[in-house]
């Protein structure tokens, strides 16, 4: 009986030290599995970020697009809407005191405004050839006009917001 006894305990020993080396074994092993799962998570958080921002920047995209489309289109229609409006001029040029043609023009004017096109003021003001198509250049009329001056306007130029949608035709002095 001794001898199982003894037998038992070289096992128990021998179970014990296996054991010791199982949980060493499975602490590093633990330690590495953390390691492991703690650089999957890093990875992950990154894509998670990453998808994140290029989402933003895909919403942010598609606004410009829409707002870029949007104000192509108004640019479109109003480049097609000025020719009505240097016909009502020409139109007023020739009958100033037709009541229709005035009440067109204001018409036309208003819903110029509302859209947001504005005319470049052109006569009296310095030659800028951003806003300005000279088109002839003049002696100037008197002492008081400085050179590059615009003194008459043949065509009104328009705006639309910050954008010129046609440049003025004018006359410049010399």
Known sequence: MEEKNENMDAVEIESVSVNDKEEKI???????????????????????????????????????????VSRNRAMSVAEKILPVMDAVQSALKHNPEDEGIKSMQRALENAFTQIGITKIESVGEILNPQFHNAI???????????????????????????????????????
């Open 26 to 68: 499975s602490t590093d092993k633990q330690t590495e599995i953390i390691e492991n799962l703690n650089n999957k998570i890093a990875e992950l958080n990154d894509k998670y970020l990453r998808m994140a921002a290029e989402l933003e920047n895909t919403r942010r995209r598609a606004t410009l697009d829409v707002e870029s």
């Open 136 to 174: 002839q250049m003049v002696e100037k009329p008197n002492d008081k006009t400085a050179t590059n001056t615009i003194i008459e306007e043949m065509q009104t130029g328009y705006m639309f917001g910050d954008t010129v949608l046609r440049t003025a035709m004018v006359v410049v002095s010399k």
